[in-house]
Structures are given as structure tokens and as C-alpha cells.
């Protein structure tokens, strides 16, 4: 771990000073804005695709939709669980920020300071591991998060808060903590969610309410008039 502690490759290095750099010729507004983006947008974001994904998939075939609401639980859960991973992989490296070990930075970051650690990135992480949940259960929306985490992984090494390898780190953190344990919570979620769905209430957490749609009339078939009104050959025979 000495050349990770350190100082980290060249190429980790020179990525980071180019991708910071970016900051010196940025107006202070766009500084602000990917500050905000990284710390708060981003994250909103996932979770309103995680949202998002959950109305639709009420919609599908009961099945279906009990898979696809099991997967969206387990991407949050999987998500807190890297970051705990984290914790303890983050003490162990001791990797010191950037900044510390590195000058001429332009450090954006609030939410830092020169006692923390760098390896791995907890945003990154977090992004990552909401963004393959959500791809387990739809693969559109899952897409469109995992972009969303790469522009988050950008984001941290632009504020001069991590080098891109605590960003790639956090990717596969978060990827392999939701993928490999997905086969186990999905065993354990599944049977958990179908019992839900069968629950008078709670079933429509994972499957809407579908209206009864009316009987279709057919033309062919004489159709019998309500007691007291009189038909045309009633009339006739009158």
C-alpha cells in the first residue's frame, strides 16, 4: 500500500492535476454549481430514477413487478452496505487526500479536510452501487444512473477531493457489493415482496390497483330492456 499511501502513480497524478486545472479557468459560479451537483444533485437525481423506475414497474405483471420492486429495495440497502465496507478499507489504506500530499491544487470541496482519507471515494461509491441496483431492475433507467455516477466521479476529482483511482475504486466497490450479493438478497427479498403483494393495503407498494375494465356488449345477442320500458314491438302491439 506504500505507492497507493503515498503519492500514487504518474498517470493517477497527471489526471488529477489536469482534470482540477479545469477549475483555475472556470468561472466561480460553475466551481459552486459542480460543488452543489456532486454533493446534492446527483445523489436527488438517483434517487428520483429509483422512484421513478418503482411507479412503473406497479404497472407490470404481478411477477414481474414483485422482481423489479425487490431489486429496487436491495439497491439502496446495497448501497449503505459498501459504504460501510468502506469505512474500515478506507483506514486501512490511508491514502491522504490530494491536496495534502499535492500542491497547486484548487480545492472546492466543504465537506473535507486534511484528516480524511481518500481511497476509496464514498460518493462514488454511493452513486455506483444506487446506479447497478437500479440497472438490475430496469436497464434503461440503470443506464442512465450509471452516467449519472460517472459525472459524480468527475465531479470529485474536478473539486480536488480525490484522485480518479479513489473514483475507480468506489465504481468497483459499489458494483461488486450490489452484483455479488444480488443472488442472496434477491432469495431473500423475493419471497418477502410476494407476500406483500398479496396484503389487502400494502400490496399496491408493489403492484397499482387496476380498475375493472366494463364488460364489452354484444350487438349480436338481443338484449333484454329494464323492467318497464317498452320495446318497439311492445309499442307496435299496443
Not at 479557468?25 to 434517487?47: F, K, M, T
Not at 484528516?115 to 461509491?125: I, K, L, P, Q, Y
Request: aromatic share 6%; hydrophobic share 50%; charged share 15%.
Amino acid at each position: 500500500m506504500a505507492g497507493l499511501t503515498s503519492s500514487g502513480p504518474n498517470v493517477d497524478v497527471s489526471l488529477l492535476y489536469d482534470i482540477n486545472g479545469l477549475a483555475r479557468h472556470a468561472p466561480a459560479g460553475v466551481d459552486r454549481a459542480v460543488g452543489l451537483v456532486s454533493a446534492y444533485g446527483i445523489p436527488l437525481a438517483l434517487v428520483l430514477l429509483v422512484l421513478w423506475c418503482w411507479h412503473g414497474a406497479r404497472r407490470q405483471e404481478e411477477s414481474t413487478a414483485a422482481e423489479s420492486f425487490a431489486a429496487l429495495v436491495w439497491a439502496p440497502f446495497a448501497a449503505a452496505l459498501a459504504l460501510l465496507v468502506n469505512v474500515p478499507l478506507r483506514a486501512f489504506v490511508g491514502r491522504p487526500r490530494p491536496f495534502v500530499e499535492h500542491s497547486g491544487l484548487d480545492v472546492l470541496g466543504p465537506d473535507t479536510g486534511p484528516g480524511d482519507f481518500s481511497f476509496v471515494s464514498d460518493h462514488a461509491t454511493l452513486a455506483m452501487a444506487l446506479a447497478v441496483g437500479l440497472f438490475i431492475a430496469n436497464r434503461k433507467l440503470g443506464l442512465i444512473g450509471i452516467g449519472l455516477a460517472l459525472v459524480e466521479g468527475v465531479c470529485r476529482v474536478y473539486l480536488g477531493v480525490h484522485y480518479p483511482t479513489d473514483v475507480i475504486g468506489g465504481f468497483a466497490l459499489g458494483t461488486a457489493v450490489v452484483l455479488v450479493l444480488a443472488p442472496l438478497a434477491m432469495a431473500l427479498l423475493n419471497p418477502l415482496v410476494r407476500a406483500v403483494a398479496r396484503a389487502p393495503r400494502a400490496g399496491r407498494l408493489v403492484r397499482a390497483k387496476r380498475r375493472a375494465l366494463p364488460r364489452p356488449v354484444d350487438l349480436a345477442q338481443p338484449q333484454t330492456p329494464p323492467p318497464g320500458c317498452l320495446t318497439h314491438e311492445s309499442d307496435l302491439a299496443a
